[in-house]
């Protein structure tokens, strides 16, 4: 039966990527595209040793591993299973080799031109764009040999049947490409974790390291202060050195107050609820980020309403903040403009970052927040997923405005009065 083989090829066509997932995948080979396109040129040829023979065609799967190769191996995988193809169907049978040629050629031109494309899709789209370029070659061959039965005065052949065959091969290999396409992205996002993970693990360390190096300047920063001061003490106003004095004070104040920021956010969160007045935080978060914004040469000013106040954990609400302001000094360039601004509007308060930086398209705007999303080299992709998350727990509400080479404007908007009990419950979510 025609569907008994097909499934089998089925089982034919997973069998690589179970075997990589089970030996290769933590091995330098696994990522080989020799190794790659040997693996599914061996699919390929089992595939056609034992494919199905009806209507002067073979049925078989053969070109699925032969799309999955190009798409996920690249085209030296793609070529290798090509070449493992032509060989096995020249071994094979003699007739209407031509055939088998031209459909095996036109199955992998495809793929082959557009493996590029491919890889600017995401996930879930990689995987309908593989169903899509899989299914064609054989939409293509079936198409040639139902005119060909319909032209030629063959005897006559069981029509009902013939519908059935097609209905099914095509079910099938759409079955076939799904499966393994979707065990490929699960192989992919593992490889993306594993790194991410391990990157992870370095910013943590690293953020620890910088917390006690801060500490380890906040100490001679202190003694030089204190000494800096007793001589200004002494010296004299009109002195020349007063004033030079006084300028290296106001240094080492402005150092200090960084280092005590910086030592605040990075101390390890405890959850605590408190009544915080948001311009002294928001504030408190903008010198945190001055320094960022004056190496990229970015003017962050903000207008605050005073006298807003918030029950919140102060750490969390900092931390929400500091991403989005990053993120809105990342996409400034030089020259450019942030400014940060705080209302109280009815229930809310409502904090709005607006940049005149590169912005973001419909699309991207649309991916923002979810997790790994990046567009940046050296990005996580966690940012903004983590303030989300933050305000969420707040029971707040955040909405991104953005228009290419524009710039890009986030609103948050946090309830004011909110009964405690919510703020017990929220720990969990935030946590
Ligand atoms: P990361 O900053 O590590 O890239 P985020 O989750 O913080 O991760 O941000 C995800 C992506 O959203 C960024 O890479 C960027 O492309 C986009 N983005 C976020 N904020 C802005 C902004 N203000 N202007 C333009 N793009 C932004
Ligand atoms: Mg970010």
Redesign the pocket.
């Given at each position: 039966m025609l569907a008994e083989k097909l499934l089998l090829h089925v089982f034919v066509i997973l069998a690589p990527i179970l075997v990589y997932t089970s030996f290769f995948e933590n091995r330098r080979i696994g990522q080989s595209p020799y190794f790659i396109g040997m693996m599914y040129g061996v699919s390929a040829i089992l595939c056609l040793t034992v494919s199905y023979y009806s209507y002067g065609l073979y049925w078989d799967l053969r070109y699925v591993p032969l799309v999955l190769s190009f798409l996920y191996g690249g085209p030296i995988a793609g070529g290798i299973t090509f070449l493992s193809i032509i060989g096995a169907r020249t071994f094979m049978a003699a007739d209407s080799l031509l055939f088998g040629y031209i459909s095996a050629t036109l199955a992998a031109s495809i793929p082959f031109f557009y493996v590029k494309r491919f890889w600017k899709h995401q996930g879930k789209r990689r995987i309908l764009t593989a169903i899509w370029l899989g299914i064609w070659p054989s939409f293509i061959m079936l198409s040639i040999l139902i005119s060909w039965l319909y032209f030629s005065d063959n005897p006559i052949y069981d029509i009902k049947e013939l519908i059935i065959y097609v209905l099914l091969f095509g079910l099938i290999q759409i079955i076939a490409i799904g499966f393994a396409s979707m065990l490929h992205e699960a192989v992919i996002e593992r490889r993306l974790m594993k790194k991410e993970m391990q990157r992870a693990e370095k910013l943590n360390t690293l953020g620890e390291l910088a917390a006690s190096i801060a500490h380890e300047v906040r100490n001679p920063l202190t003694v030089v202060k204190g000494f800096l001061q007793l001589m200004k003490s002494q010296e004299k106003e009109k002195d020349d050195n007063y004033q030079y004095l006084s300028l290296v004070l106001s240094e080492l104040a402005r150092a200090e107050a960084i280092i005590n920021d910086y030592l605040n956010f990075a101390k390890p969160q405890f959850e605590k609820i408190e009544r915080l007045e948001l311009s002294a935080t928001i504030s408190d978060v903008i010198s945190l980020m001055q320094p960022l914004a004056i190496k990229q040469g970015v003017d962050l000013d903000s207008d605050l309403e005073e006298e807003v106040y918030l029950h919140t954990d102060r750490n969390q609400f900092k931390q929400a903040l500091v991403?989005?302001i990053?993120?809105?000094v990342?996409?400034?360039d030089h020259g450019g403009r942030i400014h940060v601004s705080l209302k109280a509007a009815g229930q809310d308060a409502r904090i709005t970052?607006k940049?005149n930086?590169?912005?973001?398209t419909k699309e991207?705007l649309s991916?923002?927040?979810t997790l790994f999303?990046?567009?940046?080299d050296?990005?996580?992709?966690?940012?903004?997923?983590?303030?989300l998350r933050i305000i969420e727990a707040m029971e707040g509400r955040i909405t991104?405005r953005?228009e290419l080479g524009k710039?890009?404007e986030?609103r948050i908007a946090l309830p004011l009065v909110r009964q405690l009990k919510k703020d017990f419950e929220s720990k969990e979510k935030i946590m």
């Open positions: 991403n989005v990053k993120n809105a990342e996409a400034t970052i940049d930086g590169k912005g973001m991207q991916r923002i927040g999303y990046t567009t940046k050296k990005g996580t992709g966690l940012g903004t997923m983590v303030s991104y953005s710039g890009t986030v």
